[in-house]
């Protein structure tokens, strides 16, 4: 039954006002045009009207039933904030003293008021499509970075000046690209969606030598692996569930160190990460829920298809959702491991834990659905996690008690992908699909309000539930539309106009 209901209480003020006034000087009979003189129009019997009355208390307080799980939820495996542990003023005074001055800059990166007060600095703007890929050099001098126009740019940050750009020698989107640590800032590594692996030779007078192709996966490649200490050596994965190990000191540099599967299944891999403690170890994770960790010195495919120990959320492994890890890191001295989960949350394990261990710490909030989302540790002991998220926002969460400390607006065209925290000081730079790198520093007068964080949560959580009752379909909207723009901004290929040497080695 069509039921219209008009309410008219917003202008039943006025209405009030002007019958005291005609009160005051001739009785007027009260007039109006509702049936049971109420002040509404309806087209209801007042049973009907009741009826109506109901299923809204009803609905009302469905929403507040709704409003009361989705606090819990939020809420729930949250610690309490352990108190600062660094103090401006006292900090200040043992330095000019010369007391503990080689903790001075550590504790300051550290510190949660600082975290608080992160602040947009300023832009970087040279790249026409997504910026996919940030990484400092390891004195933080430098900032390269890699997008979907096929170049790559080695930035001076600190005067916001681009001192190279060149021609990647990808045919699709570049996805990382990395200086190789110990290099002299001169080798730098690159993978891309069309799977090839290539290294980058710079010289000392800002410009690049060549660039080369040392493996090829059959399958888009996300992320490369660097050894800490080696200047020559690294691995990638990509989506044909093929780890290579890359030595450019060999002639031929990659050398298949294992196919990563699930029974006989292969899985397809997004993202790798060496074990800055133990270098042998690496973790993937890809189109399934687990993180495996092997071991480079015995991968055996006949024993557990190599595999050393695995990882996954207790609660996901019977899940039925096709849940994927976009993401992983190691903390700074290896002992613990961070997972992004698509459309699911963020989780820490304990890398010493034996096979299977379950998670310690749950990170929410954010949302991780229409990209290849990247998670990352800040502070130099790994103090917070930080993660973009489909809103557009920046999120940092205190690592113990897994409580948001930082709630940052990142991106206009709505999602944030890439986190690079300076590897020495109180900052980081971040992308997205802005085509522009943001640069951030704690400089703000006052610590975060964190104003308008429990609607951005509640709206992410929402829009997670309705995505999951669809059962996952990856080409559901936000991804078709994410899809729809990255086409609408993707260049034609062009022909350089540089004279690079581009060789091919495999």
Same mark, same amino acid.
């Given at each position: ?21 005609? =009160? $005051?000087? /001739? !009785? *007027? &009979? #009260?007039?109006? %045009?509702?049936? +049971? ?7 209801? @019997?007042?049973?009907? =009207? $009741?009826? /109506? !009355? *109901? &299923? #809204?208390?009803? %609905?009302?307080? +469905? ?7 989705? @606090? ?435």
């Amino acid at each position: 039954m069509l039921t219209i209901t008009v309410n008219q209480h917003k202008s039943m003020p006025d209405v009030d006002g002007e019958m005291g006034r005609n =009160r $005051e000087g /001739e !009785e *007027e &009979e #009260e007039d109006t %045009d509702s049936m +049971d003189g109420s002040g509404h129009y309806s087209l209801t @019997e007042d049973g009907e =009207r $009741e009826n /109506e !009355e *109901e &299923e #809204e208390q009803k %609905d009302d307080d +469905d929403d507040d039933d709704d409003d009361e799980a989705m @606090e819990a939820w939020l809420g729930a495996e949250l610690c309490d904030l352990r108190g600062s542990t660094w103090q401006a003023i006292p900090s200040l005074r043992s330095r000019e003293l010369g007391r503990d001055s080689h903790q001075f800059v550590r504790r300051v990166c550290g510190s949660r008021g600082l975290v608080q007060r992160l602040e947009l600095q300023g832009r970087l703007e040279r790249h026409t499509g997504c910026v996919n890929t940030l990484h400092f050099n390891p004195s933080g001098t430098r900032l390269a970075s890699g997008s979907d126009d096929l170049r790559v740019v080695i930035w001076d940050w600190a005067v916001r000046r681009a001192e190279l750009e060149f021609d990647s020698g990808h045919k699709s989107n570049v996805f990382q690209a990395k200086f190789l640590p110990h290099s002299g800032d001169s080798t730098l590594a690159m993978c891309a969606r069309d799977g090839q692996i290539r290294v980058a030779e710079l010289s000392a007078t800002q410009r690049c030598k060549n660039t080369k192709r040392v493996a090829q996966h059959k399958g888009a490649a996300h992320k490369l692996a660097l050894e800490p200490d080696s200047p020559c050596s690294f691995l990638s994965a990509g989506e044909d569930a093929v780890v290579f190990g890359i030595d450019l000191r060999l002639d031929r540099p990659a050398n298949k160190l294992v196919v990563v599967k699930e029974g006989d299944k292969k899985v397809g891999l997004y993202t790798i990460f060496v074990n800055p403690a133990k270098t042998q170890h690496f973790a993937v994770g890809g189109r399934d829920q687990y993180v495996r960790i092997y071991d480079q010195r015995k991968i055996n495919e006949n024993d557990n298809n190599g595999v050393l120990k695995k990882f996954c959320p207790s609660h996901l492994v019977s899940s039925e959702s096709k849940t994927n890890i976009t993401c992983l890191v190691y903390s700074h001295d290896g002992t613990e491991l961070l997972v992004s989960y698509n459309d699911e949350d963020i989780y820490l394990f304990d890398s010493n834990h034996s096979d299977g261990a379950d998670y310690r710490r749950r990170y929410k909030g954010h949302r991780n659905n229409a990209t290849v989302k990247g998670v990352n540790f800040y502070g130099p002991c790994s103090e917070f996690v930080v993660s973009g998220s489909d809103c557009g926002h920046i999120y940092l969460w205190d690592k113990y008690s897994a409580r948001i400390v930082q709630f940052m607006e990142g991106d206009r065209g709505g999602v944030v992908n890439c986190l690079e925290p300076h590897p020495h000081l109180p900052g980081l730079a971040t992308s997205g699909l802005d085509h522009d790198i943001k640069l951030w520093a704690p400089t703000a007068e006052s610590p975060t309000g964190l104003k308008g964080l429990k609607e951005v949560m509640k709206k992410n959580k929402r829009e997670r539930d309705e995505d999951s009752v669809r059962h996952g379909d990856q080409y559901d909207t936000q991804l078709l539309w994410f899809l729809m723009r990255h086409m609408r901004n993707r260049r034609p290929q062009r022909v350089s106009s540089q004279t690079l040497q581009q060789t091919d080695m495999c």
